[in-house]
């Protein structure tokens, strides 16, 4: 039998990270290759006092359908966890709630992209954005990211040269980069938003997650003091990698058009997120339980991504180049030696018994085949160096 599919289908391939885990069954294998945050620190207890608590205050909003902007207990506290963290000027309506940050990407794809229009992206960037944008036919064109961040003054170039549809940026621990925008560049990008009148889409799904000490504001929260650069600025929250990844509970901060016709595509997509979801997130934001629960989990991916480091640094030496990351989730790693490919080094890895991302995926445009991913966050210290030590022998 021969289909014939939408010819979107055409743009993109089947996510390199989810055929690598087809390879993940041998026995004993040590994985650093998810993106996930370690399920043993979920606060499962929390949680379930939380779905409790929404069940007995409010078991018709909880149970029902629900408005396709959010259930609004949980808008009014997403509203006032992002002014805790500087934006205060973020309302309940200036919010809609998704079905986890990636939904939050498709819609931006959905309500801004036509075929054939350009949009930036940072080299490298989190897969699953180049493969949403190029879904909806984006000409997509990289920024290229170092250890503070993405270069304005490259952005500038390229938005005069390209006059994009919008700049997408994880600025905060990035994935796959660990790199973080330094402040004066966030100052700059705002800046160059007003001035060029170019839409940033900000994606911010780790910036709870430091190690040492917070990282700069976002640029949400930054947004108040650059005159007119809220009108050019999409934020995208997310509680998957801070609190679960099985409630789907995310949100989009946007200008009041882009955020209506968000809401109309949503409409057609899934009617509205969970509510039930979005009635216990919103009981366990209420608690407090959050934060208490972040000053658990940052020590423990502190000392596992110290414990990467620290391997990487004394096992594989000079024959690796890495971004040590101040929060997050990954180190990003290069391969220093002349022509060589981390693909490769992928498949004799898994035969050494550990697994991590090769890093070409992870550029919309001119991989950089030496380049890799490696996640400390699901896996112990003993483990880690375990797993080090086994990824040195496939050198």
Known sequence: MSLNFAQRLDWIETSAIRELFKLLGKPGIISFAGGFPDARLFDVEGIRVAGEAALQSDPGGALQYGATEGYNPLREQISQWMAARGADQVAPEQLIVTTGSQQALDLIGKTMISPGDTVIVEAPTFLATIQCFKLYGANIITLPVDKDGADPEILASLIAQHKPKFVYLIPTFGNPSGATLSLARRRRMLELAVQTQTLLVEDDPYGDLYFDAPPPPSLMALSAQVAGSRDWLVH?????????????????????????????????????????????????????????????????????????????????????????PGGGLFVWARLTASGADANLLAKRAIEQGVAFVPGAPFYATNPDPATFRLSFATADVATIEAGVAKLAKAL
Do not use: H
């Open 236 to 324: 995208c929250g997310s509680l998957s990698k801070i609190l679960s990844p099985g409630l789907r509970v995310g949100w989009l901060i946007a200008p009041a058009a882009l955020l209506g016709k968000a809401v109309m595509c949503k409409q057609f997509s899934d009617a509205a997120t969970s509510t039930y979801a979005q009635a216990t997130a919103a009981a366990y934001l209420a608690s407090g339980g959050l934060n208490a629960a972040l000053e658990r989990i940052r020590p423990v991916y502190a000392e596992r991504a110290k414990a990467m480091v620290n391997a990487l640094r004394r096992e594989l030496g000079s024959a690796v180049d890495f971004v040590e």
